[in-house]
C-alpha cells in the first residue's frame, strides 16, 4: 500500500472487493465519504494475478478526476502520468507505464464504443454511480453487455456512499455482491439556520459564511448552485472579510487554481471556498472543517417541447444535502451550516432524479446505434430511457442525416459518432471539415459547451473574437482541443472543392438546422425557428438587429424560451448554403368566403417569400371547396329537398351518402370555382339527378313539393320543422275546401293566416276548424278586415283571396 492508504477505513474491506472480482467477476461496494474507496481500491487491484492490464476509474467530474489520479499518485511515491494517469477532455497525463487510468464518464463511453471489448482493460470501477449522470448509466449498460457477450474476464465495480446496493447489484447479476465499509466516523455538527424568503440567497450566504468564520476554526466550504452566486457572494465576502483567502471552485475554473483551492493553503492561511456541486463527491478538500450549504442544486433538464436544455434550480435533496455535510468531517470534527429548517428537511426530494429522465438523450441513442442497438430496451438500465425521450432523439438524429428513418446508423452518424462529443456539436464540425474551415467551426461547437470561453453575451461571433484573443491555459487548452476535433473530422470527410468558407453562423446551422430562426418584430424580441418552436431574445442584444440567427443555447420553458446564446446569418448564406433543405410549397388557405391559392419558399416553418400561385391546382380547390360545403352542409345544401327525402325514406340524400356522392353531383358545379356562391336551383337539379325515376317518383308522392289550393296558390310544403308536414296559408285560400288536405296517411298541418299574413290558428281537422272555432275568428277578423270576405260557412263559399268589392266585381 502507499503512504497514507492502510489508515483509510476501506482497507479493512479491501479483501472481500479483491475476492468477489475475481470469483464473481463484479460486485457493488457501498462506502461513506471519506472511507478511501477513490484512492485504494483501484491501485490494491494491481497486484492480483488477473489483472494483467488497465485498470479503468470512472469519474463524474474533469475535477475530480484529476484530483484522485493526483492523489493515488502522491500515495505511491511518484507523479500523474506513471503508473496513475487520468484522462479527461481538456487535459490528459498517461504513457506507457500506466496501469490505473481516471477517465472522465463521457470518455470512458467514446473509450467503449471506440474497443467493445476493452483489449487491454482488465477492469472497469464506476465511482460515484449514485449520481446517476447519463454517460455513467450508458457506460455501465454497455460495459456489462461487453462482459456478457465479449469479455467474461472483464471485472465490473460500482462504488458510491449512498445508492441503493441491491438495485445495482440486481442489474449486474444475481452472483453479484454487495460490499459495506464503514467510514472514518468524525463528529459532524448540523447547524439549521432556517431560509429568509425576501433576502436573496447570494446575501444570506454572505452573512452565514461570516458567521461561520467568527464562529468556528478551519477552512470552509460553501456549496451554491452556479458561477453567477458564487462570483456575487465573493463580492460581498470581499468587503465583510478582505483578510479571507476566497477560492472559486466549479468546472470553469482552470486546473491551477481548481488545485489551489482543493489544497491547503501553502502559506497558512484560512481559506474559504465557494463551490458548485462538483465538490459534493469524490474530492476531499484539505483543511476543510466548515460547510455552508445553501440548499440548492442546479441541474441540466432538457425541454422537449423548445428542444433545448435548460439549466434549473431546485432544492438539493436529501442525499445531496448529507453528501455535502460530510465534506466537513473528512478529517477530523466538522460542522454543516444549512440555510434551510430542520422541519422541512424531509420535505426534500430523497435523492436526485437520474439524468436518464431529465437530460436529452440524442447522445445516447446516437451512441446505441453505433454500438448495434436500435431498441434500448435491449441493454440493462437501473432505469430505462423513456420513450417520448427517445422519439425526440431519434427526430433530431433523422434531421442531422445521422440515423435513417428506421433508426440505423449512417454513414454521416458513424462520422458524428467519432468526434466524441453531442451529435448537433459534430454535425457543426464535419460541415466545417467539408469546406475547408474545420478549425473555426470546432471553436463554435466548444463555445456552446465552455460558457466561460470568450466571457458573456448572447453573440457567439462576439464571444469567438475575444476567445481568439484570449490567453491562459483554459483558452489554450480549448483551442487545443477544438483543433483535435477539427484533425478528426479532416479525417473524416473529403473537402469539398472551390468556393470560399461558410460564415460562422452557417457553421452553427449545419449543426441545429432546426434553431435557425426568423425575427417577428420590429424590436427583434420575438423569434420563431424553422422547427416551429418560439423563443424570445432580450431586444438589447446585437443580435436583435439581425433577421435571422442561429440559436445556440435557450433557458426556460417551450413557450417563450430565452434565447441565450446564437449567431447571426444573412438569408442570403442561407440561400446558398441550404438550398436542398428550402423547399417550394403549394397552399390553399380558406378566407371565410373563397380559396386563396399561394406559393411560398419554406426552410422548415420558416417562410423566406410567398406570393399569388399562377398555376394552381384546380382539383386541390376543388377538394377544399368540397369538404368546405361538407362541413356544414346547412349552409348550403337545399334543406327543404333533404327534409322531403328523410320524410320520405329516401337513403341517397343522408349525410354519409352525401359525402361519398360528392365527386358526382358537387365536383362538377364547383370546377373552376374559387367560392361557394352556387344558385340553389343548381344544387337542387345536382341533388335530384342523384336520384332514379323510381326514387323520384316516390319522393313527389310521399313527400310533394307543394300544397295548392283550392284558389290556385302554391304554397310550400315544410318537412323540417318539428311539426312537419305543415304548409302557411292564407285561410281565404282554403275557402269550398270541406275535406282536410292529407300527405299520404298524415294530415297536413294548415297554419292559417289572415290577409296580412299573420298568424291565425294552425289546424290538422279543417272540417271541424270551420265548425268549431272559426266563428270566434270570423268576428274577431271581421272587425280587423272589413274588406275581406268572412262568410258564416266558408266551405260552402268559392275561395279567393280578393276583397269582397273586387270579388263580387268579378262575379264570384
Request: aromatic share 4%.
Amino acid at each position: 500500500m502507499g503512504a497514507g492508504v492502510a489508515d483509510l477505513p476501506i482497507i479493512s474491506v479491501i479483501l472481500e472487493v479483491l475476492d468477489a472480482l475475481r470469483e464473481q467477476g463484479c460486485g457493488v461496494l457501498v462506502a461513506p465519504p471519506g472511507a478511501g474507496k477513490t484512492t485504494a481500491v483501484a491501485p490494491a487491484l494491481l497486484e492480483q494475478g488477473w489483472c494483467s492490464g488497465t485498470v479503468i476509474l470512472t469519474s463524474p467530474r474533469r475535477v475530480a478526476a484529476r484530483a484522485a489520479a493526483e492523489r493515488m499518485a502522491q500515495t505511491l511515491g511518484e507523479k500523474p502520468g506513471e503508473t496513475v494517469g487520468y484522462v479527461t477532455r481538456l487535459d490528459s497525463k498517461r504513457s506507457a507505464r500506466t496501469r490505473v487510468l481516471v477517465v472522465t464518464e463521457a470518455i470512458f463511453v467514446n473509450m467503449i464504443l471506440a474497443d467493445p471489448e476493452l483489449a487491454g482493460v482488465s477492469a472497469v470501477l464506476f465511482d460515484e454511480a449514485h449520481e446517476r449522470h447519463l454517460d455513467s448509466d450508458l457506460g455501465l449498460a454497455l460495459a456489462l453487455e461487453s462482459r456478457a457477450v465479449l469479455r467474461e474476464d472483464l471485472r465490473v465495480l460500482v462504488m458510491s456512499a449512498t445508492i441503493d446496493g441491491s438495485r445495482f447489484a440486481e442489474l449486474l447479476g444475481d452472483r453479484a455482491q454487495v460490499i459495506e465499509s464503514e467510514g472514518r466516523a468524525y463528529p459532524l455538527d448540523i447547524e439549521w439556520l432556517g431560509s429568509s424568503p425576501q433576502l436573496p440567497v447570494e446575501d444570506a450566504m454572505a452573512q452565514a459564511i461570516v458567521t461561520a468564520w467568527r464562529e468556528r476554526d478551519g477552512d470552509i466550504l460553501g456549496f451554491l448552485p452556479g458561477v453567477r452566486e458564487i462570483e456575487r457572494v465573493r463580492e460581498r465576502l470581499e468587503k465583510r472579510l478582505p483578510d479571507a483567502l476566497l477560492l472559486p471552485l466549479h468546472g470553469q475554473v482552470e486546473p491551477a487554481a481548481q488545485r489551489a483551492a482543493i489544497r491547503r493553503d501553502p502559506d497558512g492561511r484560512r481559506r474559504i471556498v465557494l463551490a458548485t456541486a462538483i465538490a459534493e463527491t469524490s474530492l476531499t478538500l484539505d483543511g476543510v472543517s466548515v460547510v455552508v450549504d445553501a440548499g440548492l442544486s442546479r441541474r441540466a433538464e432538457f425541454d422537449r417541447a423548445a428542444g433545448t436544455t435548460h439549466l434549473v434550480t431546485h432544492r438539493a435533496s436529501q442525499a445531496a444535502a448529507a453528501q455535502r455535510a460530510g465534506r466537513a468531517a473528512r478529517q477530523g470534527p466538522g460542522v454543516a451550516y444549512r440555510l434551510w429548517e430542520e422541519g422541512g428537511h424531509g420535505g426534500r426530494p430523497p435523492f436526485d432524479p437520474p439524468e436518464m429522465v431529465t437530460a436529452d438523450l440524442a447522445p445516447l441513442v446516437l451512441s446505441l446505434a453505433q454500438w448495434g442497438t436500435a431498441d434500448p430496451d435491449s441493454l440493462a438500465w437501473l432505469d430505462p430511457p423513456p420513450a417520448a425521450s427517445v422519439d425526440a432523439a431519434r427526430s433530431t438524429l433523422v434531421a442531422l442525416g445521422a440515423l435513417d428513418e428506421a433508426g440505423r446508423i449512417t454513414e454521416r452518424g458513424t462520422n458524428l459518432a467519432q468526434l466524441s462529443l453531442d451529435p448537433q456539436g459534430a454535425a457543426t464540425i464535419l460541415f466545417g471539415a467539408e469546406h475547408g474551415d474545420a478549425e473555426r467551426a470546432a471553436r463554435i461547437a466548444l463555445l456552446l459547451q465552455e460558457r466561460s470561453l470568450g466571457g458573456r453575451g448572447e453573440d457567439l461571433d462576439v464571444r469567438l473574437t475575444r476567445w481568439n484573443g484570449e490567453r491562459g491555459h483554459k483558452a489554450e487548452a480549448s483551442r487545443k482541443l477544438a483543433s483535435r476535433w477539427a484533425r478528426r473530422a479532416q479525417d473524416l470527410v473529403d473537402v469539398k472543392s472551390g468556393g470560399e468558407a461558410p460564415p460562422p453562423g452557417i457553421h452553427l446551422a449545419a449543426g441545429r438546422p432546426e434553431f435557425i430562426a426568423k425575427r417577428r418584430d420590429a424590436r427583434g424580441e420575438q423569434w420563431i425557428a424553422a422547427g416551429g418552436r418560439g423563443f424570445v431574445l432580450d431586444p438589447t442584444s446585437t443580435l436583435a438587429r439581425a433577421d435571422f440567427i442561429v440559436v445556440g443555447d435557450a433557458q426556460g420553458q417551450a413557450k417563450g424560451a430565452r434565447i441565450t446564446a446564437g449567431m447571426a446569418v444573412e438569408e442570403g448564406d442561407l440561400e446558398r448554403w441550404f438550398s436542398e433543405r428550402i423547399e417550394r410549397r403549394k397552399l390553399l388557405r380558406w378566407t371565410g368566403e373563397r380559396v386563396e391559392a399561394r406559393v411560398e419558399r419554406r426552410l422548415g416553418t420558416i417562410v423566406l417569400a410567398q406570393g399569388p400561385d399562377p398555376e394552381p391546382d384546380g382539383d386541390a380547390i376543388v377538394d377544399m371547396l368540397v369538404d368546405k360545403v361538407l362541413e356544414n352542409p346547412a349552409k348550403l345544401i337545399p334543406q327543404d329537398l333533404l327534409a322531403r327525402a328523410a320524410y320520405a325514406g329516401i337513403d341517397q340524400f343522408s349525410p354519409s351518402e352525401l359525402h361519398a356522392s360528392a365527386p358526382i353531383w358537387l365536383r362538377p358545379l364547383l370546377a373552376g370555382r374559387r367560392d361557394l356562391k352556387l344558385a340553389s336551383g343548381k344544387l337542387t337539379d345536382a341533388l335530384l339527378g342523384l336520384l332514379d325515376w323510381d326514387s323520384r317518383t316516390t319522393l313527389d308522392r310521399i313527400a310533394p313539393r307543394e300544397f295548392v289550393s283550392p284558389a290556385g296558390t302554391s304554397h310550400r310544403i315544410d318537412y323540417a320543422s318539428e311539426d312537419a308536414p305543415s304548409v302557411e296559408v292564407r285561410v281565404q285560400a282554403l275557402f269550398g275546401l270541406e275535406r282536410h288536405p292529407m300527405i299520404g296517411k298524415v294530415p297536413l298541418l294548415l297554419k292559417l293566416t289572415s290577409p296580412a299574413g299573420r298568424p291565425i290558428q294552425a289546424t290538422r281537422d279543417l272540417p271541424g276548424f270551420w265548425r268549431g272555432s272559426w266563428a270566434d275568428v270570423r268576428k274577431d277578423m271581421k272587425g280587423r278586415y272589413p274588406k275581406h270576405r268572412w262568410p258564416e260557412e266558408p266551405w260552402a263559399v268559392a275561395p279567393s283571396l280578393k276583397t269582397k268589392n273586387a270579388f263580387s266585381k268579378s262575379g264570384g
